[in-house]
């Protein structure tokens, strides 16, 4: 038998995941960039909402809904504390600065792809999800076998979840126009570092793929 990570998603073995798609990194007022003068949240952020706003939400909104059309699972994971101080984060968080407090507006996934029902929500304080959450055991009790992954930031926690869910067994695909990082340079740059670790597909793909 031919071992492959080509494989088309089996809707009931599989679990789409949107990562830290939420009011701190994707919303203008958030906490990330709330305090920044406009002309210079411009010239710093201005692509990446740009990009955010016109391409990657709506790729993850159709994304959403085709794969509740087909029965696959909908998640999602959010940076949030377990704490109001934040002190439970990891140290890597901690030296970064910035502390989503528990329960917080900045912890909430953002309106225009907002769970519904009974959708599972994980908040995380490290890079991975699978390091600070227990993901991987709900995954298991799903019964999920195949991950599809979608979100914020390309190279940073999306790679490291990419890489974990590979190393813990499942068969990864990352939506490609449907993650995002501050740069096409920078986003480019991740899509081929990990592409070793994961089936790569467009939205358009996905969705035909489901269709079919």
Same mark, same amino acid.
């Given at each position: 038998?031919?071992?492959?990570?080509?494989?088309?998603?089996?809707?009931?073995?599989?679990?789409?995941?949107?990562?830290?798609?939420?009011?701190?990194?994707?919303?203008?007022?958030?906490?990330?960039?709330?305090?920044?003068?406009?002309?210079?949240?411009?010239?710093?952020?201005?692509?990446?909402?740009?990009?955010?706003?016109?391409?990657?939400?709506?790729?993850?909104? @159709?994304?959403?809904? =085709?794969?509740?059309?087909?029965? #696959?699972?909908?998640?999602?994971? /959010?940076?949030?504390?377990?704490?109001? &101080?934040?002190?439970?984060?990891?140290?890597?968080?901690?030296?970064?600065?910035?502390?989503?407090?528990?329960?917080?507006?900045?912890?909430?996934?953002?309106?225009?792809?907002?769970?519904?029902?009974?959708?599972?929500?994980?908040?995380?304080?490290?890079?991975?999800?699978?390091?600070?959450?227990?993901?991987?055991?709900?995954?298991?009790?799903?019964?999920?076998?195949?991950?599809?992954?979608?979100?914020?930031?390309?190279?940073?926690?999306?790679?490291?979840?990419?890489?974990? @869910?590979?190393?813990? =067994?499942?068969?990864?695909?990352? #939506?490609?126009?449907?993650?995002? /990082?501050?740069?096409?340079?920078?986003? &480019?740059?991740?899509?081929?570092?990990?592409?070793?670790?994961?089936?790569?597909?467009?939205?358009?793909?996905?969705?035909?793929?489901?269709?079919?």
């Amino acid at each position: 038998m031919t071992l492959t990570r080509n494989v088309p998603l089996t809707p009931a073995q599989s679990a789409l995941l949107f990562i830290d798609v939420q009011n701190f990194s994707a919303h203008r007022k958030g906490a990330e960039f709330a305090d920044l003068p406009e002309a210079e949240f411009r010239e710093t952020y201005g692509w990446f909402f740009d990009e955010l706003k016109g391409r990657v939400i709506p790729n993850m909104q @159709a994304l959403q809904a =085709g794969c509740r059309t087909a029965g #696959v699972e909908v998640m999602y994971t /959010t940076i949030e504390s377990l704490t109001l &101080d934040g002190r439970d984060r990891s140290l890597d968080y901690k030296i970064t600065g910035f502390n989503v407090a528990k329960g917080s507006w900045d912890g909430k996934v953002i309106d225009e792809i907002a769970p519904e029902g009974d959708e599972i929500v994980l908040p995380k304080s490290s890079s991975s999800v699978f390091v600070s959450t227990h993901i991987d055991y709900v995954l298991r009790n799903l019964g999920v076998r195949q991950l599809v992954i979608s979100g914020l930031i390309t190279d940073q926690c999306v790679e490291s979840a990419i890489r974990d @869910a590979c190393d813990l =067994g499942y068969l990864v695909t990352q #939506v490609t126009d449907a993650c995002l /990082t501050y740069s096409q340079a920078r986003h &480019d740059n991740s899509l081929r570092t990990i592409k070793g670790y994961c089936r790569q597909v467009t939205t358009a793909e996905l969705l035909a793929e489901l269709d079919g």
